[in-house]
Nanobody
């Protein structure tokens, strides 16, 4: 069973910043593609950022220039640095993982493992 644990959510004023963290699978972590998704009630889950085992990343257009994804394989962790937050960024943010054996995951890959999520609320 792969466990993912997110942290770092909270409430912030528009224009502020938050940094989300996710501790991922401890075994062969470097073989996993990792991603951040977000979801608001009644809406579909949206991919925010994906990062491959080699550190290459894809960022959603809606957050490009404001959000940065990174990973630290030595700590089995990924991070989502969120700057210039907007009220429309309010959502529950989820960490996800997909084992790829170290290969890049194509855009639109189906992630298998999910964390419980952490709430981000941005006040106007």
């Amino acid at each position: 069973q792969v466990q993912l644990v997110e942290s770092g959510g909270g409430s912030v004023q528009a224009g502020g910043s938050l940094r989300l963290s996710c501790v991922g699978p401890t075994f062969t972590y470097s073989g996993y593609c990792m991603a951040w998704f977000r979801q608001t009630p009644g809406q579909e889950r949206e991919a925010v950022a994906e990062i491959n085992p080699d550190g290459s990343a894809n960022i959603a257009d809606s957050v490009k220039g404001r959000f940065t994804v990174s990973r630290d394989n030595a700590k089995n962790s990924i991070f989502l640095q969120m700057n210039s937050l907007k009220p429309e960024d309010t959502a529950k943010y989820f960490c996800a993982a997909l084992f790829s054996g170290g290969e890049r995951c194509p855009p639109g890959s189906i992630y298998i493992y999910w964390g419980q999520g952490t709430q981000v609320t941005v006040a106007s």
